[in-house]
Nanobody, 128 residues
Framework: QVQLVEFGGGLVQPGGSLRLSCAVSGLTLDYAVIAWFRQAPGKAREGVSC????????YYADSVKGRFTTARDNAKNTVYLQMYSLNPEDTADYYC?????????????????????WGQGTQVTVSS
């Protein structure tokens, strides 16, 4: 059974940083792409980032490019989303999602229906 569990959400001031973790079980990261999504109240779910399994290529939404970084620790079966320069528009529930494929290319990595496995989400609030 595949399980994804997010950690690390919370309240942070504008300009601050936060690191989210996604612990994956039941699926080896040797054959899985991991994406981060977020959903703000009243808004559609947005693809934030994707990390490929075998080449470590990373992809980001324009809204977070240069501020967010995703990385993978295969030994821990954990993927991270490091967020810098946070602003109130980053406030949302953040989800990690997994799919059994090698690369984030060749499909719409930012499309939520492309993923079969999801975590329960962790809330990030950016406010002073």
């Amino acid at each position: 059974q595949v399980q994804l569990v997010e950690f690390g959400g919370g309240l942070v001031q504008p300009g601050g940083s936060l690191r989210l973790s996604c612990a994956v079980s039941g699926l080896t990261l040797d054959y899985a792409v991991i994406a981060w999504f977020r959903q703000a109240p009243g808004k559609a779910r947005e693809g934030v980032s994707c990390i490929s399994t075998s080449d470590d290529y990373t992809y980001y939404a324009d809204s977070v490019k240069g501020r967010f970084t995703t990385a993978r620790d295969n030994a821990k079966n954990t993927v991270y989303l490091q967020m810098y320069s946070l602003n109130p528009e980053d406030t949302a529930d953040y989800y990690c999602a997994a799919e059994a494929r090698y690369y984030c290319t060749g499909y719409g990595w930012w499309i939520s229906r492309e993923y079969n496995y999801w975590g329960q989400g962790t809330q990030v609030t950016v406010s002073s």
